[in-house]
């Protein structure tokens, strides 16, 4: 009850404080050439840095997972990741995150921070709470950064995590067991709980206020809603607290019963978004489609991020 009651009071006090940015970013993605001459100059001494999130082993050749999903749906930021060095030769670096430290991820970012060139941090998921709070622990290496866009973000924390925390007819059991083929863990989860992202980001709104007025910083948040996602059963969840509805009801009682809203199946929209900071906010996409070929894809991995870069520029 606690963390709803802070995440009500965190979110109705910082709602006007949020720039949507949704149909600037909807003018430059229908641009087929989004990057102008003049936007590859000013990148000419840049380099783009790929931060995964959790289950990054389960989606990349990495031998921490048991489980190897690429096959299937192909690796995390693949995409981009060869698009900006092949049409752009832009420097693009996917880093080696974990699912299981987060002290691991804060590592890799800083031997990446660790060249002439500036540098653009483009973080999904558990990716962009690492590189938050490295920036926040480190915040002379700001200097170095030349933008930073953060992919469905839980800032404020996901339901997801704190369904495990809470153990709904042993749901949180039962995930348990599983965590270990992923590479991830319980502390991860715990880590991810709105109750814990909440006091986080009260603790630090002073700080984080001061890194995005310093450093030109984009957020994306994304629902599935009422649209065929893999993550389908999770958005029910965050948005009426239960799987089985009719008529917008819940059929059985719910296995959630915290703040209700859109969700991309893993972040809710309003979880990813920071304070007076730019955000954009795009609907019929699920937290998978912006990293991996999953099915039902409606958006262009490579045009997104091509098209947020510009907006930070």
Known sequence: MKAIILFLTFSLS?????YDKTDAFNKVYKNSNAFTDKDI??????????????LAETFTDSELSQVNLSKLVGQYFSRPLKHFDDKYQIETTRIKSSS??????????????RTDKKVI?????????ALMEYLLENPNDAEKVKSLIFLQTPFQGSPMAQLYEENPYFLGDMIKRFLP???????????????RRMKYMEENKSAIKKLSA???????GTYANKSASLFYPAVKIMKHGCINTIREKCIFPRVYKGTMDQSDGMVPLNSSMLPETP???????DH???????????IDQNKLIESLIKMTL
């Open 14 to 18: 910082t709602l006007a404080h949020y």
């Open 41 to 54: 100059k000013s990148l000419k001494n840049t380099k783009i840095v790929l931060i995964p999130g959790i």
């Open 100 to 113: 299981k430290d987060i002290n691991t991820t804060k590592a890799e970012i800083a031997k990446q921070l």
């Open 121 to 129: 941090f483009v973080a999904h998921s558990l990716g962009g709470l």
């Open 181 to 195: 083929f992923f590479n991830t863990s319980p502390e991860i989860l715990s880590y991810l709980s709105v109750e």
């Open 214 to 220: 310093k450093v030109p910083t984009l957020t994306l």
């Open 279 to 285: 955000f954009v906010k795009l609907s019929r996409i």
């Open 288 to 298: 998978g489609e912006t990293v991996v070929d999953i099915p039902f894809t409606d």
